[in-house]
């Protein structure tokens, strides 16, 4: 390893301030154009993102499984629960029947009592899920 003499230290001090000084990488414009249309997108979307709620009603799911059985387990429960609307959803891999739309917990689990005594897998869905 080489030991520099003073003078060459101070030179190199110098030299290394001096470049340092002299970095200006931060100092440009920059300038965008777009366009308009995009800016027409982006208030549309900020538009339709605030008028769409969360749900806030309990659900109850009963069924999970193949498509055929979904929809066959739908219509029977259409045909003996006539009042409580009902809808399936897939979700990979299985079909999932939800019904029910109940605003309080109370009334989710009442109508959760009587749709158990029927269909074996069934549970409450919390809002926002």
Do not use: C, H, W
């Not at 900020?46 to 749900?55: H, L, P, V």
Request: hydrophobic share 35%; aromatic share 10%; proline share 3%.
């Amino acid at each position: 390893m080489r030991i520099l003499t003073p003078s060459k230290r101070v030179y190199l001090t110098l030299t290394m301030i001096t470049l340092a000084y002299n970095i200006n990488a931060q100092d440009q414009n920059l300038t965008l154009n777009q366009d308009p249309k995009f800016e027409q997108l982006l208030n549309d979307k900020r538009k339709i993102n605030t008028s769409i709620s969360t749900n806030d009603t309990y659900r109850i799911q009963i069924f999970s499984g193949k498509s055929d059985e979904a929809k066959k387990t739908l219509t029977d429960f259409k045909k003996e629960y006539n009042t409580i609307d009902g809808t399936i959803i897939f979700n990979t891999p299985n079909y999932k029947v939800i019904v029910g739309n109940f605003k309080t917990k109370i009334e989710a689990e009442r109508n959760l009592a009587e749709i158990k005594k029927r269909y074996k897998s069934v549970f409450l869905i919390k809002p926002g899920r």
